[in-house]
């Protein structure tokens, strides 16, 4: 997953598509609801079919089928839908878009109800096959959801597809699919042989695949040996030089995240992109032969679009493959916390942003901006460690903390790659530490744990020990010493300070307007009253309709400090003024910069870490 909100030190990526704000929808449900152990009845031969067309479109609404065998005896089968959508830690529930839930077996209606509020009851009367159906509301813009246009549908597997319960994931099933045979289809599902059928030989795989239905620009290239392909909706998105340059970064991207594991994994990959204005930034995620991105159309053609693409491809190694062993394997039924995200997801975003360097796509002084960009992000969130900001990302914190564990897992593996590459005289990268953790858990069947992460970082840094560090940076809060370890790769970090009006407000566009998604504990906006989920209308006369208001505060503000502010927000079905006051905060802008003194050996680390090369150079 990757979501992101662009701040004033990003905007030299952002060109004048202006920054953008982009958060998901806070969580409905509880994060863990584990039920009472239920087993269903034993079914088998399971297949999907999956209807959509204009009719159905107008109506936002897929039509499912599942239908399966059941033996002789009368055990009640339990079907449920997962909760959650692996690689989207939080908690959605897709059995609330259910509805005109029926089960037959042949033409005859059988008795049916609630087992709990995701699993539904059928009871069948003898052997034979049994259909169920049901009728699916998509529309919701979300990659982990499904969203349908009067052309085109995504869904996403976990929507869709209930398993039995208590049974395993260890079953094959066929998807098949009903729409007008002038759309396309774009799926990394394995072709099961007759026209639009699909197959995939586990329940995780299966909904592993998200499907686009439609009308939708599709095309595809080798790289590396394997087929890649690109569907964009609305056709007319991403066309020409942008098409071009997308597949230009892909060439370049996409070779040197292979280098790292040594292998390119997956018989294809499917890029599946949607651009809507309606959508405020932009979110992907991840699958192990795909990735589905919604991006505000306004991202097209900047850096940050070619970072986010790269991020969500490294997941096919890591975390789709290579993955915490708290998450191996996924259960869908209950929330899967693990202290891990830091790795999955901050060290994947380290090599996004060197895929981009490596590959060329960028040069080392916007790697460097990325690198300062990411320091900054987690000075302005409160202390937290790697690992409870990873645990705690399930119920969304309002208190900024949210997400830091992309930026400052990030700079964790950063900092360990430097430890590594200074300890071994550039002999040995985290390069290393990825490729072996991947051959020796990932190949062998089993997630990684925290013997294991520990254990190999310290062999590939030749056996100097990261006790401290993990109990200073990765257990605890202290601030990283950059200084010290930025040295050791040649680079430096440089700060101008400056004073601004900051509310410390967050907020993300959805369909009632820019809707406050967090409140810094003591910010002014704080001290206002200010609440989330309250939307915003006006900050004094400045009128509030982009989630990134922030450089329009800043500008009109900057000569008020101590000033009232008034504050026009709408709380439920009431508009209100709220008082605030300007405050003028202090902000650190950091840069990180090549040192002009650096030494032979740190010039060595800083070149290894650039360009993916270890030794002498
Ligand atoms: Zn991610």
């Given at each position: 997953m990757r979501r992101f909100r662009v701040c004033s030190t990003l905007l030299l990526l952002c060109s004048s598509a202006g920054a953008l704000a982009a958060q998901r929808p806070a969580a409905s449900g509880?994060?863990?609801?584990?039920?009472?152990?239920a087993r269903s009845g034993p079914i088998s031969n399971i297949h999907y079919d999956v209807a959509f067309d204009s009719a159905m479109a107008a109506r936002r609404t897929v039509r499912v089928a599942m239908s399966f065998d059941v033996g002789p005896g009368t055990a009640p089968v339990l079907l449920s839908l997962p909760a959650w959508t692996p690689g989207?830690?939080?908690?959605?529930?897709?059995?609330?878009?259910?509805?005109?839930f029926s089960a037959k077996a042949g033409e005859r209606a059988l008795l049916w109800d609630k087992a709990d509020p995701d699993t539904w009851r059928i009871r069948p009367t003898g052997a034979g096959r049994v259909t169920v159906g049901f009728d699916y509301?998509?529309?919701?813009?979300?990659?982990a959801m499904s969203w349908s246009r009067p052309d085109f549908l995504l869904f996403n597997g976990t929507n869709l597809f209930p398993y039995a319960e208590g049974?395993?994931?260890?079953f094959p099933a066929t998807v098949s699919l009903q729409a007008p045979p002038d759309w396309l289809v774009a799926t990394s599902m394995k072709p099961?042989?007759?026209?639009r059928t699909w197959t995939e030989r586990n329940y995780h795989d299966l909904v592993d695949m998200p499907f686009f239905v439609g009308r939708f620009a599709f095309d595809s290239s080798t790289i590396n040996g394997k087929v890649t392909r690109l569907a964009t909706y609305?056709?007319?998105?991403?066309?020409g030089d942008t098409r071009k340059a997308f597949w230009d970064q892909a060439g370049k991207a996409i070779p040197a995240m292979a280098a790292v594991f040594?292998?390119?994994?997956?018989?294809t990959y499917t890029v599946m992109m949607i651009f809507d204005s309606s959508y405020g930034g932009g979110s992907a995620l991840e699958h192990q032969s795909s990735h589905v991105g919604v991006y505000n159309?306004?991202?097209?053609?900047?850096p940050l679009l070619a970072s986010i693409t790269a991020h969500e491809i490294f997941h096919a190694w890591n975390?789709?493959?290579?993955?915490?062993a708290d998450m191996v394997?996924?259960?869908?039924?209950?929330a899967e916390p693990t202290p891990w995200l830091w790795v999955s997801e901050g060290i994947t975003d380290y090599y996004a942003d060197l895929a981009l360097v490596r590959g060329g796509i960028v040069d080392s002084a916007i790697f460097m901006g990325l690198t300062a960009e990411k320091i900054q992000t987690v000075a302005e969130?409160?202390?937290?460690a790697l690992e409870d900001a990873s645990v705690s990302t399930w119920i969304h914190?309002?208190?900024?903390?949210?997400?830091v564990y992309y930026p400052k897992g990030s700079l964790a593996g950063l900092l360990l790659d430097i430890s590594i590459r200074d300890a071994t005289d550039n002999r040995r990268s985290l390069d290393d530490v990825m490729r072996e953790l991947y051959r020796t858990t990932y190949k062998t069947g089993r997630g990684f744990t925290g013997t294991d992460w520990w254990g190999t970082v310290s062999r590939a840094a030749g056996?100097?020990?990261f006790a401290d560090f993990n109990a200073r940076y990765v257990d605890g809060r202290d601030p990283y010493p950059y200084d010290a370890m930025l040295a050791l790769a040649g680079l430096r970090l440089a700060a101008d300070t400056i004073r601004e009006p900051r509310l410390g407000l967050g907020g993300a566009a959805d369909s009632s307007g820019v809707r406050i998604t967090a409140v810094q504990p003591g910010s002014a906006a704080e001290a206002a009253g200010v609440r989330v989920g309250d939307i915003l209308l006006a900050l004094g006369d400045v009128a509030i309709s982009?989630?990134?208001?922030g450089p329009a505060y800043r500008a009109r503000f900057r000569?008020?400090?101590?000033q009232d502010l008034p504050i026009k927000v709408r709380r439920g079905t009431e508009t209100l003024t709220l008082t605030g006051k300007v405050r003028l905060i202090e902000q650190v802008n950091a840069h990180v910069e090549a040192d002009p003194n650096a030494g032979p050996k740190a010039i060595r680390v800083r070149t290894g870490i650039l360009t993916g090369k270890t030794g002498q150079q």
């Open positions: 509880k994060v863990a609801t584990p039920a009472a152990p989207a830690y939080e908690i959605s529930n897709f059995a609330r878009w259910v509805s005109g509301l998509a529309d919701t813009l979300d990659n049974r395993g994931f260890d099961a042989g007759s026209p609305p056709a007319g998105s991403l066309t040594q292998e390119t994994p997956w018989d159309p306004m991202m097209i053609g900047t975390v789709k493959r290579l993955r915490p394997p996924y259960e869908y039924e209950r969130a409160p202390p937290t914190p309002t208190d900024g903390s949210g997400y056996g100097r020990p982009d989630p990134n208001f000569n008020a400090e101590g």
